[in-house]
């Protein structure tokens, strides 16, 4: 049986999504609104680096996007494990080279996922990233 995102219990779990693409953000949101996620989202790096640097509430997750307006995905990843050394960061990028992948690595993202990134992929990551528990099973 494959992981459905309503089988996580993540209402006490804050994800961050840092991305300019519109449609990208309302992909992310339509699969992880009933998950009961706190869901943050930038629309460029300026706004999460902001964010950062004042709030101090736990955070369990990040999807940052490698190219970024104002500060890039590797700057704010750079500038967030300065503070912030063991919160998961997936770095969501079209960027294929190996370059781009080495430089987001040695930055600290845990993970360089290609886009499109498909719905059982996201699934798979926050099931490795966030512990969390699957919802019992109603057998009797």
Not at 3 to 31: C, F, G, M
Not at 79 to 108: D, H, W
Not at 117 to 137: Q, R
Request: aromatic letters at 10%; glycine letters at 4%; a negative charge.
């Amino acid at each position: 049986m494959a992981l459905n995102i309503n089988d996580l219990h993540l209402a006490d779990k804050r994800i961050i999504i840092v991305e300019d693409d519109q449609p990208s953000i309302r992909y992310y949101e339509t699969l992880l609104k009933s998950s009961g996620a706190d869901l943050k989202i930038f629309h460029n790096g300026k706004e999460f680096v902001d964010y950062i640097s004042q709030e101090t509430g736990r955070i369990d997750l990040v999807f940052m996007d490698f190219l970024i307006p104002l500060i890039n995905g590797i700057e704010c990843l750079r500038i967030f494990r300065k503070e912030r050394k063991n919160v998961p960061v997936l770095m969501l990028t079209a960027y294929s080279s190996e370059q781009c992948k080495t430089e987001a690595y040695l930055s600290g993202c845990n993970e360089y996922v290609l886009k499109p990134i498909y719905p059982e992929k996201i699934f798979f990551l926050i099931e490795k990233y966030i512990k969390h528990e699957v919802a019992p099973s109603l057998v009797s």
